[in-house]
């Protein structure tokens, strides 16, 4: 990505289409409102000017582990072969009718976060945690939705790092899908080689978490994927997650999330009507790397 150019992110979640064309015919749609953002305009003149001329989108996929929870490595590539296929036949289409030049680059696999826990998805490529996990937010302690996540029976605190906010705990399942502590680092390189060949001509964003004893394979995995990626992360494995408090993920068994979903009601939200969302305005994860390679 350019200096002072948009990050302009549309994401998809291909285990919620029904099958190919389902998938295709969401593309579509992300792609548009992906196209359509670039036709704006911003108060920055050196944004504008690079937008104008790349055109850039990045359609996303997240849920990639639960979409391969239920399907095969094969059916994955194909799906992203002709996603990405019917994605350049629109940019040519789309681009020729609106007399503006085609998207220089057009998919990618970001960090993603709030939006996919609001799919129940897994985030972007990666392996969750567990199964079985509480996601912890943080909220103003003046929040309306306080009283309302108060009555559904969610737990929620103090938080501990300021005086300001309160954490709610909210219990998630991901399904029978494979987890981090069952995945090495040379299993996560490959994904994200397999994601920037088949789906991504921007950098796929991924963060590689290591074990303790897989420090000797990090210099061999960054010498042998160096010719096959863009750009990585890496992050060691804390099996000891009780050293940090009030983490954003951790992991429950299924007997303690099952008694957190037993004391759950469904959120009422009648006469709170005017509460104001608040806008992701930059990345949504933990890190947001694009590394660009001459």
């Not at 996929?61 to 979409?67: A, K, P, R, V």
């Not at 995945?183 to 991504?200: D, P």
């Not at 750009?231 to 009780?242: A, M, V, Y």
Request: aromatic letters at 12%; hydrophobic letters at 35%; charged letters at 25%.
């Amino acid at each position: 990505m350019n200096d002072k150019e948009f990050c302009n992110l549309v994401e998809v979640f291909p285990t919620k289409c029904d099958n190919l064309d389902d998938f295709k015919r969401t593309l579509k749609f992300a792609y548009l409102y992906g196209k359509t953002i670039t036709l704006t305009t911003s108060s920055c003149v050196q944004t504008n000017r690079e937008m104008l001329k790349n055109r850039r989108v990045g359609v996303s996929l997240s849920g990639i582990q639960q979409f391969l929870s239920k399907h095969t490595l094969e059916e994955f590539r194909v799906w992203c072969d002709e996603g990405y296929k019917t994605l350049r036949y629109y940019d040519d289409v789309y681009s020729e009718w609106l007399a503006i030049p085609r998207s220089i680059k057009i998919t990618t696999i970001k960090p993603s976060g709030t939006l996919s826990l609001l799919a129940s998805a897994t985030s972007g490529m990666h392996f969750p945690e567990s199964r079985f996990c509480i996601r912890r937010i943080n909220l103003d302690k003046n929040s309306e939705l306080i009283p309302c996540l108060v009555k559904a029976g969610y737990h929620l605190e103090p938080s501990v790092y300021d005086n300001r906010s309160m954490i709610v705990e909210v219990p998630v399942y991901f399904g029978q899908v494979r987890t981090l502590d069952s995945v090495s680092i040379w299993e996560q390189f490959s994904m994200c080689a397999f994601l920037q060949r088949w789906w991504s001509d921007n950098q796929v964003s991924c963060t590689v978490t290591f074990k303790k004893e897989e420090q000797k394979d990090i210099v061999p995995a960054l010498n042998h994927f160096q010719y096959h990626l863009k750009g990585i992360s890496l992050l060691p494995r804390i099996e000891d997650k009780s050293v940090y408090a009030q983490i954003p993920y951790e992991k429950i068994s299924e007997e303690k999330y099952n008694s957190m979903i037993a004391n759950i009601k469904p959120i009422n939200f009648n006469g709170n009507d005017n509460i104001d969302a608040v806008i992701e305005r930059f990345c949504d994860s933990e890190s947001c790397l694009f590394v660009r390679r001459s």
